[in-house]
């Protein structure tokens, strides 16, 4: 079972460390009646988008634009197995392409500029805390609101799951916990779809989550 309580601490220390210089303003939102604004920034999350090495100490972003490219680590300690792939790819297609997203696969990924690769899967436990099975960080701040490049590192053995790829994805378009959405909501409230936590396997966007990324991109 995914757990995601240590990430949510240490994005509450991230937030004390960082808030002098990098809080970013909470803007009017989801304009309509959406169930929960659950879309970065909201007024009970305002850590700021910015740059960091590894999965710690991260701030919160959206990605830069509507145009989602991912790869997936294809070589090296960190390469997805074939089956995780296929997870990956089903998220992806099915899951996040239906939403005003473009998304397409980068088999070419960019690493350096303007126009990087969006979102690069990783299989890794490295740098994650021993209570967290997944984790999204940003290695390219485009501004303090957006992000050029995001990595999702989610620990083997098994835990590449669509739940939490779904999850994972999630964070890295912007979408929060439901004790950071406006109104706050509990974070296993069932319509919060992927983006509960912990989240069951089965997870996908739902209604609530979809509208957010729409008003967005
Ligand atoms: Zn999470």
Known sequence: MPRTSAKRLSLRAACIAVAAFTTVAVTAGVAWAAYTDNMYPTQYLTVGCFSVSGPHQS???QTDNKDLTYYMD????NKLEAGDRSV???VMNNIYEPTDLSVTYDSSPSFSG???TDIVFEE?????SSSVDGYTFCNNAATTLKCDQQYIRIRGGGHYGQGL???ETG???GLTHGDDASPRKSRTDEKLGCMET???NDEGLQANNIENINATY
Not at 74 to 77: A, L, T
Not at 124 to 128: A, Q
């Open 59 to 61: 701030g919160f972003c």
């Open 74 to 77: 294809s070589g090296g300690s």
């Open 88 to 90: 990956v790819n089903n």
């Open 114 to 116: 303007s126009a990087e």
């Open 124 to 128: 890794s436990s490295s740098g994650l």
């Open 165 to 167: 790829v779904c999850h």
């Open 171 to 173: 964070h890295a378009v």
């Open 198 to 200: 912990p989240v069951s």
